[in-house]
């Protein structure tokens, strides 16, 4: 029976002119394992030119983001890392800070969780489960500037209208002059963005091809993952890295949960992926677009990535 979203999506998907796969569904729990991989490979370079800017410039951060008790609620958990450094910074420079972390997932928050009150016992901690933007609207108000965190990139998952939607979304749950802290990727030099997504180890590749072995099991497919292969490419005049799956020969799958068998022709590809990189006017337009204003962009000292305060306005 297709009565989930993701045999809705997959179908959807398999059955287009140009196939395509949601990358929202990388991430059971071996393509989070893989994600973790990822974020440690040499060539991937965002994860730790993030944590750079937080360890070189978190007061300088606060220092835009002005005094007063924060309210700091972070959409997706992550393993904690470059926040905790964030909110280490920031709270030893005497800022009064509620922490909220919002995750769909429990065992992700009861993990960050754990995280943070070992790492900084003294931290108010609030955290929350359940879906962004019904989280975010449900904290109760109070005279706290709300600073909302969206680290690591993932606006670049989205296609432009799509994330100024977003952005949008988390403006309505914003007061006048509440702020939006954002990990974007920035252009670079082409080769270093391209090795970044095709890595010499082959760990996005895996990353990629595990999302056939999640239909084969959750959809009862019978997809021989040995003929698929994986290409990425960037184009540095429009800053996307787009992923995709190849299907190595002419073959159908079926998938049991569908009743449906799907025809893929030799050097057919599968879209999975879109992760945009952005300059400085398109990240102000992004902001601008959205009901913010970017009032400080800060890069880590190779200048490969930005973490940028928008002010609702
Ligand atoms: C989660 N997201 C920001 C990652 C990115 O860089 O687009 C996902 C990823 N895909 C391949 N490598 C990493």
């Known amino acids: 029976m297709m009565n989930s979203e993701f045999a809705i999506d997959v179908d959807k998907g398999f059955s287009d002119k140009k196939k395509y796969l949601s990358s929202k569904y990388f991430y059971d729990d071996k393509g989070s394992l893989l994600f973790q ?17 937080f360890q070189a410039r978190s007061l300088d951060i606060l220092e835009k983001i002005g005094g007063g008790n924060l309210n700091i609620v972070e959409l997706g958990a992550g393993d904690g890392l470059k926040t905790i450094e964030f909110l280490r910074n920031i709270t030893s420079a005497k800022a009064d800070v509620t922490y909220y972390p919002i995750d769909i997932s429990e065992e992700a928050i009861n993990q960050l969780t754990d995280k943070v009150k070992t790492n900084l016992p003294e931290l108010n901690i609030e955290p929350l489960i359940g879906d962004y933007f019904k989280e975010l609207h449900d904290i109760p108000s109070s005279d706290a500037k709300m600073v909302v965190l ?21 403006n309505d749950n914003l007061g006048k002059g509440d ?6 990727d920035i252009k670079k030099s082409p080769n270093l963005i391209a090795s970044a997504y095709n890595d010499k180890q082959g760990i996005t590749k895996a990353f990629n091809l595990n999302l056939l072995s999640r239909i084969n099991r959750e959809l009862g497919g019978n997809i021989n993952i040995d003929k698929f292969d994986f290409y990425s490419h960037y184009n540095p005049q429009i800053g996307d890295v787009e992923s995709h799956l190849v299907s190595l020969e002419k073959q159908e799958v079926y998938l049991e949960v569908c009743d449906k068998t799907y025809h893929f022709a ?18 102000e337009d992004l902001a601008t677009n959205a009901g ?3 009032i400080a962009q800060f890069h880590d ?5 930005a973490d940028c305060l928008f002010k609702k306005v």
């Open 37 to 53: 991989q990822i974020m440690e490979l040499p060539e991937y370079y965002l994860t730790r030119a993030e944590l750079n800017i």
């Open 150 to 170: 969206f680290l690591g990139a993932n606006i670049g998952n989205y296609r432009r209208p799509v994330a100024i939607n977003l952005l949008k979304l988390i």
């Open 179 to 184: 702020m939006l802290l954002i990990g974007i």
């Open 266 to 283: 030799k050097n057919e590809l599968i879209f999975t992926e879109l992760s945009k990189k952005y300059d400085r006017h398109e990240i």
């Open 292 to 294: 913010f204003k970017c």
């Open 301 to 305: 000292e190779n200048d490969y990535f």
